[in-house]
């Protein structure tokens, strides 16, 4: 017999062992009376505009993913989706300033509003996931704010919500269009800022600890100014407790021929290990 405490010591160990890993999921499920232990897929994409259009794209094995987190996407409530997607995501959030562009979460497991206070920052949804962690989902705005627009924006809304973020264990995850490259001397709400805040609150970036690389020396870009691939940048991201991280198998970033024709930004794929209720 697979016994939990035995799962969840060899599912938090190194990403090599992911062989291992759907080993143990597959005897696991076939162990009655313990949780179901599954795969949870995670995406955040920028798809922007007209998700409505485009969410058929973001099908993975024909399947689509447990939850998304979308910027500049539509109002479920205003903008009428098709019905396969109506029937895949059942849990809904929404957030912004235009029926057509706005953040949106959409899931397939239970997600209950956290209801934390944006003060008119722009954009954030804050919710819990099936009662086992909170997601922050992001899109950094300019805001009309010619001093705190972009990464300003996620430093506030760390500084307002810092003991909601530090208390319990989270992923914050989306485009905060924002890089260490364009940090400023003078300024202490740069991008190497907020990523320091995060850090003291053992929350780190899964793209940056999995791939072993630094803050503004990224290899993979999620975004092509002008879809030139000139132009590239690393400006999304997906920040998490170090707990959570551990339940990583692996993550990927869209390829910019397979997603160019549809976004300037390329689409952040995760695939988390998490014990499910049947």
Known sequence: HVLERDVIFI?????????????????LNKVTG??????????????????????????IDDKYPDILVIQECENPKVVKYPLEFEHEYKYKLWVGGNKNKGLGIFSKIEIIENNWDSENLKYFISCNIDNKFNLLGIWSHQADSPTFKYIGQIWKYIRLH????????IMLIGDFNSNKIWDVWDRWWNHSDVVDKLNKMNI?????????????????PTYFHWKKLEKEFHIDYVFGSEKIYK??????????????????????ILNMNFILKK
């Open 162 to 169: 810092k003991n909601n973020i530090s208390s319990k264990d």
């Open 11 to 27: 599912l938090s160990t190194k990403k090599q062992e992911s062989i291992l890993k759907r080993s143990l999921i597959l005897k």
């Open 204 to 220: 780190l970036s899964f793209y940056h600890k999995y791939y072993e690389q630094e803050q503004g020396e990224e290899l993979t």
């Open 247 to 268: 339940n990583l198998q692996n993550m990927e970033i869209g390829q910019y021929d397979n997603w160019i024709d549809v976004s300037d930004h390329m689409p952040m």
């Open 34 to 59: 313990l949780e179901r232990y599954n795969i949870m897929r995670i995406v955040t994409w920028n798809c922007n505009g007209a998700f409505r259009k485009k969410y058929s794209r973001l099908k």
